[in-house]
């Protein structure tokens, strides 16, 4: 059984976080992953900026961070949590701004975002060509095939 947990770190109540959940146990299945831990923080721009410049270089706010716990050579294991992933950062302000921006939904902005983070955590990255049609053909599938698609 995997643990997700959601943590939403600000005063909004975030409705869609319940449906996230759902998508993120469906997405697990989808990458054949059983016994596996990771957290979905829901920060501000402020939060992220800081994350961001602390963690990366990069002296401005994002949309998501991932922090994986394990490589290829290494998996964190716990008895009782199995394979723990590590914990995604959303910038709650970024997937607001980005939601209008790219004319859909906030759900599906927030289904975005925590998958492309969940894939971070797996190893994917989209830092060459190649690598990018590759993860971002399976957040599309991902995302398509539980029901949220861009139109959403």
């Known amino acids: 059984m995997n643990k997700i947990e959601i943590f939403n770190t600000l005063d909004k109540e975030i409705k ?26 829901i920060v501000d721009n ?9 963690y990366r270089g990069i002296d401005r706010p994002t949309d998501v961070i991932s922090f994986a716990l394990e490589d290829e050579k290494d998996m964190l294991l716990d008895s009782e949590a199995g394979r723990i992933l590590g914990d995604i950062y959303i910038s709650l302000d970024k997937c607001i701004e980005q939601a209008k921006e790219y004319g859909h939904s906030f759900l599906r ?28 053909k399976l957040q599309d599938e991902i995302l398509d095939s539980y029901g949220i698609r861009r139109d959403v």
């Not at 939060?47 to 961001?52: F, G, Y």
């Not at 925590?114 to 971002?136: A, I, R, T």
């Open 109 to 136: 902005e927030l289904a975005f975002l925590s998958v492309h983070g969940f894939l971070h955590l797996q190893g994917y990255d989209h830092m060459k060509k190649e690598d990018e049609e590759v993860m971002f």
């Open 46 to 54: 402020e939060k992220i900026h800081e994350i961001n410049r602390e």
């Open 16 to 41: 869609e976080l319940t449906e996230i959940e759902k998508l993120m146990n469906y997405a697990c299945d989808y990458m054949k992953l059983d016994n596996v831990t990771f957290n979905i923080i």
